[in-house]
């Protein structure tokens, strides 16, 4: 194996650097960080299978990154449990749960094209998803990708504290499949960075989960 050492590689002016051809796998060695490649490193990662006591899933927010892309794959203990998420600004010593602490809208739409709004002017927590299955045969659950942006000291335009996502959700034989689509901010702070998420359902524990953390260095 090769070693090229250098500070900076750089394409001819008008053309595209190239590293590898169809087939190849670019890596980074061990304890490398990936300011290279626009930013983008893997935060953490986490998994449980077989559950039956853990009720809440948290994940940090390292103030080191920008904004976070969140994968997420959960099942409930209890059939039918409605997803949601709180928020934390002190790195999970406390979280939002007051009234009026959060808005947030989302549908769910049906294999059939029709499609259901929820939406809240002022809850304690957001909701992301309703009816979310436990049969692990037809892939019951949630999966669901979220988009996490923090407020910024870098952008002078007044922000929150703001969550997107998508996904889908089933709870049935395979018939009752949704997609979900929603978007909600922090409406309880709009000076204070968010640096913690818990994930949970409305009732019962989780069951089983994999969820993988990206961010975007500042």
Same mark, same amino acid.
């Given at each position: 194996?090769?070693? &090229?050492?250098? +500070?900076?590689?750089?394409?001819?002016?008008?053309?595209?650097?190239?590293?590898?051809?169809?087939?190849?796998?670019?890596?980074?060695?061990?304890?490398?960080?990936?300011?290279?490649?626009?930013?983008?490193? /893997?935060?953490?990662?986490?998994?449980?299978?077989?559950?039956?006591?853990?009720?809440?899933?948290?994940?940090?927010?390292?103030?080191?990154?920008?904004?976070?892309?969140?994968? &997420?794959?959960?099942?409930?203990?209890?059939?039918?449990?409605? &997803?949601?998420?709180?928020?934390?600004?002190?790195?999970?010593?406390?979280?939002?749960?007051?009234?009026?602490?959060?808005?947030?809208?989302?549908?769910?739409?049906?294999?059939?094209?029709?499609?259901?709004?929820?939406?809240?002017?002022?809850?304690?927590?957001?909701? &992301?998803? /309703?009816?979310?299955?436990?049969?692990?045969? +037809?892939?019951?659950?949630?999966?669901?990708?979220?988009?996490? /942006?923090?407020?910024?000291?870098?952008?002078?335009? +007044?922000?929150?504290?703001?969550?997107?996502?998508?996904?889908?959700?089933?709870?049935?034989?395979?018939?009752?499949?949704?997609?979900?689509?929603?978007?909600?901010?922090?409406?309880?702070?709009?000076?204070?960075?968010? +640096?913690?998420?818990?994930?949970?359902?409305?009732?019962?524990?989780?069951?089983?989960?994999?969820?993988?953390?990206?961010?975007?260095?500042?």
């Amino acid at each position: 194996m090769s070693k &090229l050492e250098a +500070n900076t590689i750089a394409p001819s002016t008008g053309t595209t650097l190239t590293l590898g051809e169809s087939g190849d796998t670019v890596a980074l060695g061990s304890g490398a960080t990936a300011s290279a490649f626009g930013g983008v490193v /893997k935060v953490s990662e986490a998994s449980g299978t077989g559950l039956s006591s853990q009720g809440s899933i948290e994940i940090a927010l390292p103030e080191t990154y920008r904004a976070f892309k969140l994968y &997420l794959d959960i099942k409930p203990e209890t059939d039918n449990a409605h &997803l949601q998420a709180t928020l934390s600004v002190d790195d999970g010593s406390s979280y939002y749960t007051s009234s009026n602490n959060y808005q947030y809208g989302y549908q769910h739409i049906y294999q059939s094209g029709t499609h259901d709004v929820i939406y809240s002017n002022g809850d304690t927590k957001i909701e &992301l998803s /309703k009816d979310g299955g436990n049969n692990t045969a +037809n892939a019951e659950g949630h999966h669901v990708q979220f988009d996490i /942006k923090p407020i910024t000291t870098e952008s002078s335009v +007044n922000q929150a504290n703001r969550l997107t996502w998508e996904g889908s959700r089933n709870d049935g034989s395979g018939n009752n499949f949704r997609t979900i689509r929603g978007s909600a901010i922090l409406a309880a702070t709009y000076t204070s960075k968010i +640096n913690k998420i818990k994930l949970a359902y409305d009732s019962g524990n989780i069951e089983d989960y994999f969820v993988t953390l990206y961010g975007f260095k500042i």
